[in-house]
T-cell receptor, first 112, second 113 residues
Framework: NAGVTQTPKFQVLKTGQSMTLQCAQD?????MSWYRQDPGMGLRLIHY???????DQGEVPNGYNVSRSTTEDFPLRLLSAAPSQTSVYFC???????????FGDGTRLSIL | EDQVTQSPEALRLQEGESSSLNCSYT??????LFWYRQDPGKGPEFLFT???AGEEKEKERLKATLTKKESFLHITAPKPEDSATYLC??????????????FGTGTQLKVEL
């Protein structure tokens, strides 16, 4: 009964490096999203997907790419890391519109 | 633009001391008001969804209510294990379909013996 699994849990990068944050869900949910959480701010939507092969931008998409080749997986790519991308990243999924989103435990990312 | 404001930012209670957390919102078309609990180092854990004014939901010591402008999370006789950050979010449907949650910044609750 894993739910939403995110890897890695922690990562430190240097400015300019690239990396992929992994997200997998085992609930057969169509909708998946990526959020970032910063001190003093609510979680903000980066990118989302309504099904395999379909993605779109959220509120703060710059510097990030996503793809959705399967229902289960929704990786988030940082193309060229910047210190402003230091944050905690959460992946979430839900089975349809208006339904609760279920979150993973996050990836804590520091960019030096 | 959807906005969510939570108050207070932090709340310290004695065990058994009941209180309420507030979530006020402005949204063009509400598609659910969601309450989550977040423990340190963890992701938000879903508690309740409310869809229409007047609706109430309960779970153990927690009760959530909804009006047209705000929601309250009432905590009755809290215990130390209720200590966490409580997040409120409003749901909306995105142009391309799918869900968007707009979150408040949370209320950090600490319950002491």
């Amino acid at each position: 009964n894993a739910g939403v699994t995110q890897t890695p849990k922690f990562q430190v990068l240097k400015t300019g490096q690239s990396m992929t944050l992994q997200c997998a869900q085992d609930m057969n949910h169509e909708y998946m999203s990526w959020y970032r959480q910063d001190p003093g701010m609510g979680l903000r939507l980066i990118h989302y997907s309504v099904g395999a092969g379909i993605t779109d931008q959220g509120e703060v998409p710059n510097g990030y790419n996503v793809s959705r080749s399967t229902t289960e997986d929704f990786p988030l790519r940082l193309l060229s890391a910047a210190p402003s991308q230091t944050s905690v990243y959460f992946c979430a999924s839900s089975d349809r519109e208006g339904q609760p989103q279920h979150f993973g435990d996050g990836t804590r990312l520091s960019i030096l | 633009e959807d906005q969510v404001t939570q108050s207070p930012e932090a709340l310290r209670l004695q065990e058994g001391e009941s209180s309420s957390l507030n979530c006020s919102y402005t949204v063009s078309g509400l598609r659910g008001l969601f309450w989550y609990r977040q423990d340190p180092g963890k992701g938000p854990e879903f508690l309740f969804t409310l869809y229409s004014a007047g609706e109430e939901k309960e779970k153990e010591r927690l009760k959530a209510t909804l009006t047209k402008k705000e929601s309250f999370l009432h905590i009755t006789a809290p215990k130390p294990e209720d200590s966490a950050t409580y997040l409120c979010a409003v749901g909306d449907i995105l142009t391309g379909g799918g869900n968007k949650l707009t979150f408040g910044t949370g209320t950090q609750l600490k319950v002491e013996l």
